[in-house]
């Protein structure tokens, strides 16, 4: 990937909170977001939700998200989400959410684990990263690396280029393929939508049946 100057560079994730949200169940209760980061993305979703759970696996960044000002309904926590001792609602959540977290785990063990984590009639909605394998794959940086150098140069002109929650960051190469997702998510989550986005992105969004 063609690296852009530190003054234009921006945030991926942020990009695709927007989407996330149109995802979030009307009259959701409780919400889990899994790699929370900083906490960006939590704090947004505890303006709609009533209650959020937000985890991620290093200390670092919870400790990070918990020195923000935050909203009285977020409870943060450091943990590994396939750690068979992690303490979560033992009802599920009307909505969970993964942002760049995913590639980081195991991929069939981790999607099994979140669709546990819905509630039935509850939403998965997960952003994440995938291996470029096909010509497909790199056809698409004709098209991405002109527009992240557009977004870059607009926001950096109206003073919202960087990226200030990558400092101490984990950072993990994606190990599986598009096509590797789209089946995994086929094989554990039925009628879950799987799609190539801009920016190296893919999204995943699945409605648990109501009666699982």
Known sequence: MIQLPQALLWDHNSHYHPWLLRQVPQRSARALDVGCGTGAFARQLAARVEHVDAVDVSAEMVEAA????????????????????????????DVVTAISSLHHMPLRPALTKLAELVRPGGTLAVVGHYRKETAVDFALDAVTLPANAAVGVCKAARGRAGKPHDDGMPVKDPVDTLVDIRAAAAE?????????????????????????
Request: net charge positive; charged share 30%; hydrophobic share 40%.
């Open 66 to 93: 918990k020195g923000a000002s935050n909203p009285p309904n977020i409870r943060w926590a450091r943990a590994d989400l396939l750690d068979p001792e992690l303490a979560l609602d033992p009802e599920g959540y």
């Open 188 to 212: 554990l989550l039925p009628g879950a939508a799987v799609r190539r986005r801009l920016f190296w992105r893919v999204t995943l969004h699945w409605r648990k049946p109501k009666g699982s």
